[in-house]
């Protein structure tokens, strides 16, 4: 690891959706973008291409088995691990049942966090166990596969790489697009390149984590239906059954006012909470309060050439049983990133590593301030060493464990795994709901003035209440009007 940085060690490193239900669609690096999926269909060049794919972005794409549960909502991807990858019938159905199972045990309510499995601990259990079903190599392709799969939303035209329009940490678009930043709990509309609006978000759990990549929006249906999963939480449920349809405006549907599909199987949705914005709200999907949803539909439409009036939506919510679809004039690109180190209006922004992805490192740091023009050593010694603390502090994953990005084919015996063996018999893993201690740390950086993407647009996006400097510098800025009123 390259260091610049004075006075400290470096940085430590359902189905998927209510994929699992309200949010299925049915009928490391400091990155934003992952590869498309292949489409030449032999087997062997599959192999080295997915092999090198994983390789190097092995921490862009985790696939837990409840991912791969999610993934399997879609018959094609059974076949597609069959006609691509070269598995048997018999292994399929065995990493289905593998995945299903897993999922089963997840239980949503609230309980004891430390038993609550992170990304890293449960993308290591998902290659254990296929690893026992298809062996070591197979095992390498079908986690590329599927993490590539993921990040597409098994769309032709979607895609990751430089597609994404990515090419540079904290890319501003010049184009007309969606970006949201997982870490950040941040989605923006961007307009021909300028920002339109932001709006704060609730994310997958990690246990379900949102892909990255580049999806599309190509239609907005409000009032949506909803047809429960085959789960145990539905099944413990006397209100709703597997299977049976819920009709749009029921207060059974959790899928709120507007559901907007951006590739299987994830969605942008209404239906949540305001306190479930900024922190754990589903299975793999971007959570929205009724209000931001109906707001970002009207605003979605017009970047994509449609006519959707603000009446218009007033008239939907009025008529909750009735489904209507809006077909959009041209699709919008959704780019689904992760970066944890973001420079914004001239501040530097730290997020905390919830998927464990291993990103808060100096080495993305260096990157992240060289794109914006300025050199490391540019820093002051106190710029340092609050960087350095920032940098070890947010370099931890949801439950406050030291977060490496471990790749989950290589599979170690970490604390975390001797924790979950510990603890196997404890009674069910619950699903990460919420973060333990800060979740960003801001900092300002006087070379850094004026440079970087753009502050949050509109009403309604505020800082998390722990997102400060620190407490030093909190202090220093407090104190900055008292000293310019002695100075006048």
Not at 83 to 105: I, N, P, Y
Not at 120 to 128: D, K, L, Q, Y
Not at 194 to 217: D, H, M, N, Q, W
């Given at each position: 690891?390259?260091?610049?940085?004075?006075?400290?060690?470096?940085?430590?490193?359902?189905?998927?959706?209510?994929?699992?239900?309200?949010?299925?669609?049915?009928?490391?690096?400091?990155?934003?973008?992952?590869?498309?999926?292949?489409?030449?269909?032999?087997?062997?060049?599959?192999?080295?291409?997915?092999?090198?794919?994983?390789?190097?972005?092995?921490?862009?794409?985790?696939?837990?088995?409840?991912?791969?549960?999610?993934?399997?909502?879609?018959?094609?991807?059974?076949?597609?691990?069959?006609?691509?990858?070269?598995?048997?019938?018999?292994?399929?159905?065995?990493?289905?049942?593998?995945?299903?199972?897993?999922?089963?045990?997840?239980?949503?309510?609230?309980?004891?966090?430390?038993?609550?499995?992170?990304?890293?601990?449960?993308?290591?259990?998902?290659?254990?166990?296929?690893r026992a079903v298809v062996g070591p190599e197979k095992t390498e392709q079908l986690l590329a596969y599927a993490g590539e799969r993921w990040a597409s939303g098994g769309e032709e035209g979607a895609s990751g790489g430089?597609?994404?329009?990515?090419?540079?940490?904290?890319?501003?678009?010049?184009?007309?697009?969606?970006?949201?930043?997982?870490?950040?709990?941040?989605?923006?509309?961007?307009?021909?390149?300028?920002?339109?609006?932001?709006?704060?978000?609730?994310?997958?759990?990690?246990?379900?984590?949102?892909?990255?990549?580049?999806?599309?929006?190509?239609?907005?249906?409000?009032?949506?239906?909803?047809?429960?999963?085959?789960?145990?939480?539905?099944?413990?449920?006397?209100?709703?059954?597997?299977?049976?349809?819920v009709e749009a405006g029921s207060k059974l549907n959790p899928l709120g006012l507007i559901k907007i599909p951006i590739g299987s199987p994830s969605l942008i949705h209404g239906g949540k909470s305001p306190a479930r914005?900024?922190?754990?709200?589903?299975?793999?999907?971007?959570?929205?309060?009724?209000?931001?949803?109906?707001?970002?539909?009207?605003?979605?439409?017009?970047?994509?050439?449609?006519?959707?009036?603000?009446?218009?939506?007033?008239?939907?919510?009025?008529?909750?049983?009735?489904?209507?679809?809006?077909?959009?004039?041209?699709?919008?690109?959704?780019?689904?990133?992760?970066?944890?180190?973001?420079?914004?209006?001239?501040?530097?922004?730290?997020?905390?590593?919830?998927?464990?992805?291993?990103?808060?490192?100096?080495?993305?740091?260096?990157?992240?301030?060289?794109?914006?023009?300025?050199?490391?050593?540019?820093?002051?010694?106190?710029?340092?060493?609050?960087?350095?603390?920032a940098l070890t502090e947010m370099a931890r994953d949801a439950a406050g464990r030291p977060a490496d990005g471990t790749p989950s084919a290589t599979p170690s015996p970490t604390p975390a795994a001797k924790r979950e063996?510990?603890?196997?018999?404890?009674?069910?893993?619950?699903?990460?709901?919420?973060?333990?201690?800060?979740?960003?740390?801001?900092?300002?950086?006087?070379?850094?003035?004026?440079?970087?993407?753009?502050?949050?647009?509109?009403?309604?996006?505020?800082?998390?209440?722990?997102?400060?400097?620190?407490?030093?510098?909190?202090?220093?800025?407090?104190?900055?009007?008292?000293?310019?009123?002695?100075?006048?």
């Amino acid at each position: 690891m390259r260091r610049f940085l004075r006075g400290g060690a470096a940085a430590v490193l359902a189905s998927a959706v209510l994929l699992a239900g309200a949010c299925v669609n049915q009928p490391a690096t400091n990155t934003s973008n992952t590869a498309a999926p292949p489409s030449n269909a032999n087997a062997n060049a599959n192999s080295n291409a997915n092999t090198n794919t994983r390789a190097a972005g092995a921490n862009t794409a985790p696939v837990t088995l409840a991912v791969l549960d999610a993934l399997f909502v879609d018959e094609k991807f059974a076949g597609e691990l069959k006609s691509r990858l070269g598995l048997t019938d018999e292994q399929v159905e065995s990493v289905r049942k593998l995945a299903r199972e897993e999922t089963a045990a997840l239980r949503e309510s609230e309980g004891d966090e430390e038993r609550a499995a992170t990304t890293t601990e449960a993308t290591r259990r998902a290659s254990e166990k296929i690893r026992a079903v298809v062996g070591p190599e197979k095992t390498e392709q079908l986690l590329a596969y599927a993490g590539e799969r993921w990040a597409s939303g098994g769309e032709e035209g979607a895609s990751g790489g430089a597609a994404a329009g990515a090419s540079a940490p904290n890319s501003v678009p010049d184009d007309t697009r969606v970006v949201v930043n997982i870490p950040a709990y941040r989605m923006d509309a961007f307009e021909n390149g300028k920002l339109v609006k932001s709006y704060k978000v609730g994310i997958g759990y990690p246990e379900f984590p949102l892909p990255t990549g580049l999806r599309r929006a190509s239609q907005i249906i409000f009032n949506p239906t909803w047809t429960p999963p085959d789960e145990p939480w539905v099944e413990a449920s006397t209100k709703v059954k597997p299977g049976e349809r819920v009709e749009a405006g029921s207060k059974l549907n959790p899928l709120g006012l507007i559901k907007i599909p951006i590739g299987s199987p994830s969605l942008i949705h209404g239906g949540k909470s305001p306190a479930r914005l900024g922190t754990f709200a589903s299975h793999g999907c971007v959570g929205l309060t009724n209000p931001q949803v109906q707001d970002f539909a009207q605003l979605l439409a017009r970047l994509g050439g449609a006519e959707v009036s603000k009446e218009d939506v007033a008239s939907y919510a009025k008529t909750r049983t009735e489904t209507k679809d809006v077909k959009l004039g041209r699709p919008v690109p959704v780019e689904l990133r992760y970066e944890t180190i973001v420079v914004s209006d001239g501040r530097l922004h730290i997020y905390r590593d919830v998927y464990d992805k291993g990103t808060n490192t100096e080495e993305n740091l260096r990157a992240v301030l060289q794109a914006h023009g300025v050199a490391p050593e540019q820093l002051s010694e106190e710029e340092r060493a609050q960087v350095q603390q920032a940098l070890t502090e947010m370099a931890r994953d949801a439950a406050g464990r030291p977060a490496d990005g471990t790749p989950s084919a290589t599979p170690s015996p970490t604390p975390a795994a001797k924790r979950e063996s510990a603890n196997a018999n404890k009674g069910p893993e619950r699903v990460t709901r919420n973060v333990k201690g800060r979740k960003e740390v801001v900092i300002q950086i006087a070379a850094l003035a004026g440079k970087g993407y753009p502050a949050p647009s509109g009403e309604g996006f505020a800082l998390p209440k722990d997102a400060t400097a620190p407490k030093q510098q909190q202090k220093q800025q407090a104190d900055r009007p008292a000293r310019a009123a002695a100075r006048r």
